[in-house]
């Protein structure tokens, strides 16, 4: 249990570190540029501000711009403090605020890399009250499931409504007042006309002569 709970009070640590670190560069940043105008100081100001608004709100994106600009200002620090070695080591106002940034950059540098390495601020956006979606994205399973269809039986129907397989429709139509006729009638008719037009012969006057 010990060993559960040890990696996120390690991470929590670790991100109060990257906090102090953050307010540090902001602080430097603002006495250099307000203060001092030195525009060297604009590049130790944004990591501050990166810093901060990445760590409160838990914003990925300005979380990476911090570990970026922390490792460019650890490397700014870096070479003006030996610049200051070399050319002017008599400079105190120099030394006292190169030191102090690179102090505080090199750190965030560090921490913010192990932790992006680690995967430990994967998936962390800006969401706050007021940025919150109004609608979950994906409903609850079930929530919107969709009524079955009824199926419609297109056969047709007779007069009394039951669906009528059979029927075939008839052409030519007939006409008003007659009947539809049927192959079994067309038949029928055909057999009484062959009987009334068939011949017989001899014809019966001739056999009684």
């Known amino acids: 249990m010990g060993g559960a709970g040890a990696t996120p009070l390690k991470a929590e640590r670790t991100e109060g570190v990257l906090q102090v670190c953050a307010l540090a560069c902001f602080v430097i940043g603002v006495v250099m540029c307000a203060v001092l105008k030195d525009w060297l100081g604009l590049l130790t100001l944004l990591t501050g501000c990166a810093g901060v608004l990445g760590l409160a709100f838990k914003w990925l994106r300005a979380l990476r711009a911090f570990t970026l600009l922390a490792w ?17 080591p008599d400079d105190i106002a120099g030394w006292a605020l ?24 994967r998936g962390s956006p ?6 919150s979606p109004l609608v979950n994205s994906q409903p609850p399973a079930g929530a919107w499931d969709p009524a079955p269809m009824p199926r419609v039986n297109l056969a047709p129907r007779t007069k009394g409504g039951t669906p009528s397989h059979e029927s075939k429709p008839v052409w030519p139509p ?24 068939s011949v017989v012969w001899p014809p019966p006057g001739g056999a009684s002569r």
Do not use: R
């Open 72 to 88: 460019l200002t650890t490397a700014l620090a870096i070479v003006q403090l030996a610049l200051l070695a070399a050319c002017t």
């Open 98 to 121: 190169w030191l102090p940034t690179c102090i505080a950059a090199l750190p965030a540098a560090l921490l913010s890399s192990t932790l992006h390495i680690l995967k430990y601020w």
């Open 126 to 131: 800006l969401v706050t009250e007021f940025t």
């Open 174 to 197: 007939p006409s008003e007042g007659t009947a539809a006729h049927t192959p079994g009638a067309d038949m029928e008719a055909g057999a009484t006309n062959a009987a009334k037009d």
